[in-house]
């Protein structure tokens, strides 16, 4: 019912910067929060950031937390990942995800829509 299509990822080195985007289509939800997870291969799904959709209100994970920023564009359907600082660590392959009501994050994806993902690679 609500597509997640991801785009802006790529290859860098430690210390640059990349921004991730995510258009939503679709139906979609008056209340529901959007935000950001990774997965490395061979690791389990990690909660990144989000954000809710109303109120724009901020969640990040402690891993990130002063180098990633989470944003929205309303009019666009769109919400944003600046990603700061990079490091090796961070790469993953990046999914969208779009939850309905006010939380998303670790244990909390109940019924999430996802994304088909974009890889971030972080050369040393």
């Known amino acids: 019912q609500v597509q997640l299509v991801e785009s802006g990822g790529g290859l860098v080195q430690a210390g640059g910067s990349l921004r991730l985007s995510c258009a939503a289509s679709?139906?979609?939800?008056?209340?529901?929060?959007m935000g950001w997870f990774r997965q490395a291969p061979g690791k389990e799904r990690e909660f990144v950031a989000a954000?809710?959709?109303?109120?724009?209100?901020?969640y990040y994970a402690d891993s990130v937390k002063g180098r990633f920023t989470i944003s929205r564009d309303n009019a666009k359907n769109t919400v944003y990942l600046q990603m700061n600082s990079l490091k090796p660590e961070d790469t993953a392959f990046y999914y969208c995800?779009?939850?309905?009501?006010?939380?998303?994050?670790?244990?909390?994806?109940?019924?999430?829509?996802w994304g088909q993902g974009t890889q971030v690679t972080v050369s040393s």
């Open positions: 954000i809710r959709w109303s109120g724009g209100s901020t």
């Open positions: 679709g139906r979609t939800f008056s209340s529901y929060v």
């Open positions: 995800a779009a939850r309905s009501g006010s939380y998303l994050g670790t244990g909390q994806v109940e019924n999430a829509y």
